[in-house]
Structures are given as structure tokens and as C-alpha cells.
């Protein structure tokens, strides 16, 4: 199981959903980078669960940096972030050590695993464990935004509703920041709100498309081919427990557009080169050409609901049902939203160090 991430700037995950404890290990950030711990605590409070659209398991989700930091700002050398896990109800998972659950990687764990994984709350393979991702990419979004990179992602869809896409994404990033609830326009907020409690009320659950954006980031980032920049994006962001979409630009859109609609024309403003359109996203040839970033994460519904399911008995492979018990979210897409940005800031910071080298994200 490699549970590393990155070349130059890299991030390491541990720890399972019921274990003691949870983290991550930070890598190969320039020293002297400051290290702001209330802005860590609200990344965190962004991810945590709040109010009746998410499960009833609250967890403190304090940080503790136990390495890496000295006076407030990093050392370079690796910092370990650790969250305890104190709000465990593990006897919900009794029956879960043989009846696989629908939509999750209960059976896939089985075969790869044989038995030896925990299974309490999804283990290593629930969303619990992004909380040290947020912790990790809560430093890196504070070092970009020195740098004038700026990342903000809202709720696109939910539940059949919609917000508005971006219209000035420097602007709209401006609003989301600080955002329980991630929207550009605001009326949306309730009737979204209202399709995920119709579904927990229900016993069921909604997905939904985030949208982020990037502003600031210089041109020429990524390779061609193998690691382009929406190649290595999508890697992180498909290491996210629920993303099973990426699309950049007007991503799948593209097949119903022609060449003369699709293409974005150059022009240039006393030296500064940009396009009259973003259609991809700020990306070509798989190399940043410094628009903005612009790209979508389809969130599948939360797999853990209360209706009866079918199911297999893992011991011996027999046919059987399932339901669910324990504290479950209706939605995560609301939650997800800043694991989105923090798995981005961190596959940036890996980029940029590769480009221009480690201190370059070093700034006074």
C-alpha cells in the first residue's frame, strides 16, 4: 500500500478511521514558510462535520505538529501533523467484517488484504483519513497564496440544483474563502440544503460536481505526455474517497463543440499573453499557460444509507442483505469541498518546486 504522494514536495498519509490516531507527514517544503495554526484550525472546521446534513460524529479535529515547525515557520524537514480520533462508536461495524457494503471498498480490501485490514469505519480507506490531507494542504495553500496563487472550489450541483459557474475567478475565489457552505450564488444554498435532508430523511443519500479554480499560477508548469499538469491533478484529486470525475475546461463538453467555437485565441496586453476564452481551463499541451485553472469533480452520493441492500457474505461468498447502522453523512460534497483545495495546493506546491526548485515557494 504506497500511501506517498509527490516528487520534490510530497505528502504521506496514515492512520484508520477508528485508530487511535491520524496524519500526515509533509515533505520537502522549503524552509522558513510560515506555519499559521488558527488557519490550519479553520481549514479543518471546513471539513468537519456540522448541522443535520452530515453524520453525527463529531470529532475535535485538533492539530498537532509534532515535527517540521520551529517559531511558527517551517525547518524543511518533514512535518507530521497528527489528529486524534475520539468520537469512535466501532461496535456499528460488527457485521462489517464479513458483509461487504454496497459502494464501498469493503470487498476490494478483502481481496487485496486477505482478511488483515481494519474494517472499522472503512479504516484506511475512509474519508476520515482527508483530514490530514486538509491538515498538510492547509500549509501549502498558505505558502501559494504568498506567492499570489489563490485555489477556491463551490458546490457547482447538488442534489438536481445548481450554482452559477465562475465569472471572475479571482473575484469569485475571494468569496468562497472562510465558506461553510461553498456557493457563488447564494440563493441556492437553501434548496440544496433541502434536497440533501430529503434524502437523509429518506434513508438515502446525493452526490454532486465541485468546481475549482486557480489564479496566479505561472505558465509552464507540467509536462507534456505522461505528467501534464491535468495528469498529476487528477491523480491527487482522484485519491479523494468519492471523486469519480475529473474534467478540465469544458472537458467533456468539447465533443459537441467545433474547432473555430473550442479553440481559445491568444492575444497579448503590453507584453502579457492571454486568451479571450478559458475553454481549457488554462491548460495546454499539458502545461499551464497562465489563465486560470478551471476544473470539475463529479462527488458520487455518500455509499453508506440506511435502506436495505443487497450484499455478499465474505466468508463464504453467499448471497445475503445488509443495513446499515451507525452515524452517516447524506452528503459529503460540502465537506469535500476543502480536501478539493487542499490536495490541489499540494499537488502545486510538488510543481512549482519541480519547475523552479524547493525555496521558490519560500517567500519574506
Not at 496514515?14 to 509533509?26: D, K, P, R
Not at 440533501?196 to 475549482?212: F, H, N, P
Not at 453467499?318 to 465537506?335: E, M, S
Amino acid at each position: 500500500m504506497k500511501n506517498t504522494f509527490g516528487e520534490s514536495v510530497s505528502v504521506t498519509i496514515f492512520g484508520e478511521s477508528h485508530g487511535t490516531m491520524i496524519g500526515a507527514v509533509l515533505d520537502g517544503l522549503a524552509p522558513g514558510i510560515t506555519v499559521d495554526e488558527d488557519f490550519i484550525a479553520a481549514q479543518m472546521d471546513l471539513r468537519r462535520s456540522a448541522g443535520a446534513i452530515s453524520t453525527a460524529r463529531r470529532e475535535a479535529d485538533k492539530v498537532r505538529i509534532v515535527s517540521g515547525v520551529f517559531n511558527g515557520k517551517t525547518t524543511g524537514t518533514p512535518i507530521t501533523f497528527i489528529i486524534e480520533n475520539e468520537d469512535t462508536r466501532s461496535k456499528d461495524y460488527g457485521e462489517l467484517a464479513y458483509k461487504a457494503r454496497p459502494g464501498h471498498a469493503d470487498y476490494t480490501a478483502q481481496m487485496k488484504y486477505h482478511g488483515f485490514q481494519d474494517f472499522r469505519g472503512g479504516g484506511h480507506f475512509s474519508g476520515r483519513i482527508t483530514a490530514g490531507i486538509v491538515a498538510a494542504g492547509a500549509v501549502a495553500i498558505s505558502a501559494l497564496e504568498k506567492k499570489g496563487i489563490r485555489i477556491g472550489t463551490h458546490i457547482l450541483t447538488c442534489g438536481g440544483v445548481s450554482d452559477r459557474s465562475f465569472n471572475d475567478p479571482a473575484e469569485d475565489i475571494m468569496k468562497l474563502s472562510g465558506l461553510e457552505f461553498a456557493v457563488l450564488d447564494d440563493s441556492v444554498k437553501e434548496p440544496m440544503v433541502a434536497a440533501i435532508l430529503a434524502a437523509k430523511e429518506e434513508g438515502d443519500s446525493v452526490g454532486g460536481r465541485l468546481e475549482t479554480a486557480v489564479v496566479g499560477c505561472p505558465a509552464g508548469l507540467g509536462e507534456p505526455w505522461f505528467d501534464t499538469l491535468e495528469g498529476v491533478l487528477s491523480h491527487g484529486l482522484f485519491s479523494i474517497p468519492a471523486i469519480k470525475g475529473v474534467e478540465f475546461g469544458e472537458g467533456f463538453g468539447f465533443a459537441d463543440e467545433r474547432g473555430s467555437s473550442a479553440n481559445d485565441q491568444f492575444r497579448s496586453n503590453n507584453g502579457t499573453v492571454y486568451t479571450s476564452t478559458n475553454n481549457n481551463g488554462g491548460v495546454l499541451g499539458g502545461i499551464t499557460n497562465g489563465m486560470p485553472i478551471i476544473f470539475r469533480c463529479a462527488v458520487k452520493p455518500t455509499p453508506s444509507i440506511y435502506k436495505e441492500q443487497n450484499t455478499i457474505d465474505m466468508n463464504d461468498m453467499t448471497n445475503t442483505t445488509l443495513q446499515i447502522k451507525g452515524r452517516h453523512d447524506p452528503a459529503i460534497i460540502h465537506r469535500a469541498r476543502v480536501v478539493v483545495d487542499s490536495m490541489t495546493a499540494l499537488v502545486l506546491c510538488d510543481q512549482l518546486a519541480l519547475r523552479y526548485g524547493t525555496d521558490w515557494l519560500y517567500s519574506e
